[in-house]
């Protein structure tokens, strides 16, 4: 059965629309699909309609913005009540503060000589959730660089002209806002925080005293390696574990929608939580 637990629509930073995503997902043969949007659920409603409407189950996904120990870390919230309280309130902080982070970042890139940043990135979020993908289109489409990797590169991440040092949501506090909303809460792409085994195993342990569950261990951004080492990880903790894509743009070929290799067999399916 091919799953894919972790996508991204317009209500982030994909390209597709969510009805556009689950209609991709269907000609992939996925049968079941998470729409995880950056710090935000304005995209499932839609995506559900078109999933019943082509028979793939469909699961509520969002994917979480964290600061731990100084660094940004994503975690996914799978099968969970969106109408919940605290974590409706936990995405409008994050929402305020992406906007105030823009305002920076528009600032720094004045600075390099980049004008209007600010006013680009909107046009491009189609005045929804902002991030820093949307700036990339922006310098791309201004001609800057010519694709949105290089801008990263050159302008987005630490020691770059167009960067910001992120405050998200706790650890503790992002957990609880999906396990309160009765989902399972997941640690994305595990690999890309390129953390010593030491820090990764404290990560990890600090997330199950917050109450999470599950780690990705299939992901578009693990080799074959890190999908080995994060399954000997998951067992090791008695995680369960998760598979997804985080596809963004069919212009991305490096990642596609619905495409995944199978958990490793010692693997707990999280979806045995659902
Ligand atoms: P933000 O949450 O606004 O800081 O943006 C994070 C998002 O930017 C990630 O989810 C990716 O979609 C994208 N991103 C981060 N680093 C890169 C990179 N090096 N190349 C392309 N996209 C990236
Ligand atoms: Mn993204
Ligand atoms: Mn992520
Ligand atoms: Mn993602």
Redesign the pocket.
């Known amino acids: 059965m091919q799953i894919d637990l ?1 996508t ?1 629509s317009t209500a982030s930073d994909g390209r597709l629309a969510p009805s556009e995503l689950v209609n991709r997902a269907a000609l992939a043969g996925v049968e079941m699909l998470a729409l ?1 949007d ?1 710090d935000g659920t304005d995209g499932l409603d839609e995506a559900r309609t078109s999933a019943d409407e082509l028979g793939i189950r469909f699961i509520n996904g969002i ?1 979480l913005s964290v600061t731990w120990n100084k660094r940004t870390v ?1 975690i996914v919230g799978l099968n969970f009540d969106p109408d919940y309280a605290p974590l409706k309130a936990g995405i409008q902080v994050l929402q305020t503060f992406r906007h105030t982070r823009a305002k920076e970042i528009a600032l720094k890139l004045e600075k390099s000589g980049i004008e209007g940043a600010y006013e680009g990135a909107r046009r491009f979020s189609g005045g929804k959730m902002l991030g820093r993908m949307h700036f990339a289109n922006f310098l791309v489409d201004s001609g800057y660089e010519k694709n949105v990797r290089n801008v990263f590169k050159h302008y987005l991440v630490n020691n770059k002209p167009g960067h910001v040092t992120d405050e998200w949501a706790t650890l503790d506090d992002a957990v609880s806002w999906i396990t309160g909303a009765g989902g399972v809460a997941v640690i ?1 792409h595990p690999a890309r925080y390129k953390l010593t085994r030491t820090k990764l195993r404290k990560l990890i342990k600090d997330f199950i005293s917050a109450g999470g569950q599950a780690m990705e261990v299939v992901s578009g951004s693990h080799n074959v390696n890190e999908m080995k080492t994060m399954a000997c990880h998951a067992a090791d903790f008695d995680l369960y574990a998760s598979m997804g894509s ?1 596809f963004h743009d069919p212009d991305f070929p490096w990642i596609k929608l619905g495409r995944l290799v199978e958990l490793p067999p010692k693997c707990k399916p999280v979806w045995d939580l659902f």
């Open positions: 972790h991204h995880t950056h994917e994503h994305a985080d």
